[in-house]
């Protein structure tokens, strides 16, 4: 892909020419499922977040603990996370439990706060994995994102006790 940068209408002074190349994933599993003592959890993997959806199979109510959730990237280190709902202004604050009632599922998505940039007027997520580098770069970019892993750790609360569940993601290839 070629971007254009400069251009100044008919009278054209300069131009400069950005080359990207971009980069798709392919994953070892895009769709993780782990079981816990009161139901299941399962992520999928998007290209900016992590769809996720927690099913109680049992006859007492879970809480997902969202202040003790996090990201784990590439390089292990764990990121703070917000899901759907929250304000972007508002990612940073104390984020209260999400009741799942027995037998019952919630879906909701999440993002790692460190991948979001934006303003009051709104914001986006950056990609979980790079999207595009510099075509000197692909070489490199590519045997270093393959087997890469990443991690969504949740923390659920069942009665009184913590459980806590961890969907690992590992890239398989790059295209």
Do not use: E, F, K, M
């Given at each position: 892909m070629v971007r254009a940068k400069d251009v100044d209408g008919p009278n054209i002074s300069e131009w400069s020419v950005e080359c990207?190349?971009?980069l798709s994933y392919e994953y070892s599993h895009k769709v993780v499922t782990q079981k816990f003592s009161a139901g299941i959890i399962t992520g999928v993997i998007g290209r900016e977040q992590i769809g996720i959806t927690v099913e109680n199979n049992s006859d007492q109510p879970i809480e997902i603990?969202?202040?003790d959730c996090s990201f784990v990237d590439r390089d292990?280190?764990?990121k703070r996370i917000f899901h759907s709902g929250v304000k972007y202004t508002e990612r940073e604050q104390a984020q209260p439990?999400?009741?799942i009632p027995p037998l019952a599922k919630v879906e909701d998505t999440v993002v790692p706060?460190?991948?979001?940039?934006?303003?009051q007027s709104g914001w986006a997520a950056k990609p979980i994995f790079p999207n595009e580098v510099p075509p000197e770069m692909a070489e490199k970019v590519v045997a270093s994102m393959t087997g890469a892993k990443v991690a969504l750790f949740?923390?659920?609360l069942v009665g009184e006790k913590k459980t806590p569940v961890t969907l690992l993601f590992e890239v398989a290839a790059v295209k």
């Open positions: 990207i190349t971009p603990v969202w202040n292990r280190s764990a439990n999400t009741t706060t460190a991948n979001v940039v934006g303003d949740v923390q659920l």
